[in-house]
């Protein structure tokens, strides 16, 4: 019987147990004087909880721990080993394949695979698109069939005992039908406890990511100095020559510096024109040309960032470059630019341009949602709707804005597409926005591209840059958090 089989049988065990719960309970309100202490509906939703639930549970942890088992009970004989010298873990990964492809063969060709051996099984499998391991020997043909017989067993085991969890969860819910059955907070406690497992993803995740991150990180600082890596001012991580001890240098300073300065850049354009493009729309715009203008500047957001890339390569960057030759030639009769078509300008402009419905979009959400009273009580006072605006609206709607703007540097901080095309990869630290720089997130893909030997500064040097953007993160949301205190105090 296959999983979806399997769980189609419980959920349909649970939607009887509902219906017969519910319609038990009914009965029991009709037959008795005393009031139901829960609804009906709740009688038959703990039924079908108690028969769905135990049982998913179960065959979801059997799915689990049964792969493990099965490959621990099939012995690889010591001559196998002999013959293929190969690691166990990799025996076991040819075992499970072979034992794949026979399952796809017709059962005509698998009666007889008892006897049968490499030389023989190889084409039959051929003949249907299915490779055999050249590593392949005769015994292992009779571990994958023992290994087969064994998760067909595992699996027919694990349909009766889940079905029959499910069946005597749905006939424990019926006995326990009752008039003062408190059916209500049986299921309330199952929703809480199911709320509290999805809260508790999200922040496991978040210490694994951390966790993660950290434990490379620390192994990277035993090899590299924390000192040269924070106050370093040279990105070179070269590999070592043979029999060199030599590391490279892991200078933070050059790609910190480019990730703020293009990011600042970037939030220089986006921030004005966003927040102005939300204030229009949200206190001057009609209704038929907000209609129009929201979603068209929603769609920038929905393109892609490498589609952002490709316009600062191609258009943006020589333009910026073509448009300074020009004006060089004007005014000093040299046509030389002094723009780089990869320049700190060049991705800042791209990227704002990307960053404007982040902006737009949530300031204006957020601006809508200040009270009607606090614009009608200031222009009952006499103030102009722009005064009103200024003096009255953004005060009020300023800890939402702060949040957006903290999304929108987040975003920027962590641009990686648009960086490494239109600002180049060049680790330099320059305070002219003209030339090219690089920033953090290109040299983690850098590091992490190619062959990868997690044993070496070079490649674990990655985990430390990620560890630092995430501090960066972390610092932007605590003062992001203190300013949003501050001033809702004022109008809470």
Known sequence: MSILAIVLTVLVLGAVGFVLARRRSAM???????????????HGVYAAMATTIPALLLMAIWLAVSPVVVTSLV??????????NLAPALRASLVRSIG??????????RENLEEINVADLRPMLARRGIPVPTEATDSMIRQALERNRLEDTSRIAMTVVVVGVALAGLVFALRRVAVRLRARNQVERVVK?????????AILTT????????????????????????????????????????TGQFGLIPLLIGTLYIAFVAMLFAVPVGLF???????????????????????????????????????????????????????TGDYTSFIQAQSILTAGLVMGIMLIPFVSSLSDDIITAVPRSLRDGSLGLGATPSETVKKVVLPAALPGIV?????????????????????????????????????VTIKIVSQLTGDLDFTSPQSLVAFALGITLFAITLVLNVIALAIVRKYREQYD
């Open 403 to 439: 949040s957006a703007l903290l999304l929108t540097a987040s975003r920027a901080i962590g641009e990686t597409m648009i960086v490494v095309l239109a600002a180049g990869i060049a680790a330099n630290i320059t305070a002219n926005p003209f030339e090219a720089m690089t920033t």
């Open 100 to 109: 794949q492809g026979i399952r796809l063969l017709p059962p005509e060709e």
């Open 75 to 84: 012995v690889v004989p010591d001559a196998t080993a002999t013959e293929t």
């Open 193 to 201: 406890s199911f709320l509290v497992l999805c809260s508790s993803i």
């Open 277 to 331: 493009a939300a204030i229009y729309m949200a206190e001057y715009a009609s209704n038929r040309v907000r209609s129009v203008v929201k979603p068209l500047l929603e769609v920038l957001a929905g393109i892609p960032t490498i589609v952002y890339g490709f316009f600062a390569l191609i258009t943006v960057g020589p333009f910026l470059r073509d448009l300074s030759a020009d004006i060089n030639g004007l005014l």
């Open 28 to 42: 029991l309100a009709a037959a008795s004087t005393d009031k139901l202490h829960s609804r009906s509906i709740y």
């Open 207 to 246: 210490v694994g990511i951390v966790s993660s991150m950290l434990f490379e990180s620390i192994d990277f600082f035993s090899r590299v100095p924390p000192s040269s890596f924070f106050f370093g001012t040279v990105w070179e991580p070269r590999f070592a020559a043979a029999g060199s001890t030599a």
